[in-house]
């Protein structure tokens, strides 16, 4: 039973370019969160999602992020004309229910903007 | 409001010694779980602990105890016998019950010693 997948594992993108990170949750999981984890410090939540539905999107920057998780395929973090403050590691974790207690994390996808 | 702290930004222990990392955190609500996760250098995020609230023991997993100290609000991570593959960061984190969101700590660089 495969973990989270996350993709790319390392995404080099250029200023004013897009960034897109892919999330398959783990098998029977309909719930996906994703996480931003900036250099030298924790991870903060940015979104929540169920299949079709963003549920809560309040850590997500107001500008040029969004989310999506479709009926089908996985999960995407897309981010518009990227900046350098963009670079980080962005984390995707998955859970069966809203009420687990704990949920499983993919290895990320690091963004580095030049 | 919730908050997770992580006071030592950086630990050495000699291998096979015991080593505590320290966590304090802050909530209203009586009900919420502690966790703990290790950050190794190729970026995964890997849980190793789990702490509820209500338990009544501190947990253990292996290597692994939780120091739970409710009326400090501390959850400090105990690794006894350090092995140099334990050389990491590790990273505390809280979520209140009934919720999603993970709160994390800066966390604690590791580094085990031959």
């Known amino acids: 039973n495969a973990g989270v997948m996350q993709n790319p594992r390392h995404l080099v993108r250029r200023r004013g370019q897009e960034a897109r990170l892919r999330c398959s949750p783990m098998?029977?999981?309909?719930?996906v969160y994703w996480y931003r984890q900036l250099p030298e410090e924790g991870l903060k939540f940015m979104v929540y999602?169920?299949?079709?539905?963003?549920?809560?999107e309040s850590g997500m920057p107001k500008e040029r992020f969004s989310a999506e998780f479709p009926k089908e395929g996985p999960s995407i973090l897309r981010i518009q004309q990227v900046v350098r403050g963009d670079s980080a590691a962005y984390f995707c974790?998955?859970?069966?229910?809203?009420?687990?207690?704990?949920?499983?994390f993919g290895s990320g996808t690091r963004l580095t903007v030049v | 409001a919730q908050k997770i702290t992580q006071t030592q930004p950086g630990m050495f222990v000699q291998e096979k010694e015991a080593v505590t990392l320290d966590c304090t955190y802050d909530t209203s609500d009586p009900s919420y779980g502690l966790f703990w996760y290790k950050q190794p250098s190729s970026g995964e995020m890997i849980f190793l602990i789990y702490q509820g609230s209500y338990d009544q023991q501190n947990a253990t997993e292996g290597r692994y105890s939780l120091n739970f100290q409710k009326a400090r609000k501390s959850a400090n991570l105990v690794i006894s016998a350090s092995q140099l593959g334990d050389s990491a960061m590790y990273f505390c984190a809280m979520r209140e019950v009934g919720t999603y969101k993970y709160i994390f700590g800066t966390g604690t660089r590791l580094k085990v010693l031959a």
């Open positions: 974790a998955s859970s069966p229910g809203q009420e687990t207690y704990g949920y499983t």
């Open positions: 999602l169920q299949k079709e539905n963003i549920i809560d």
């Open positions: 098998k029977g999981h309909s719930h």
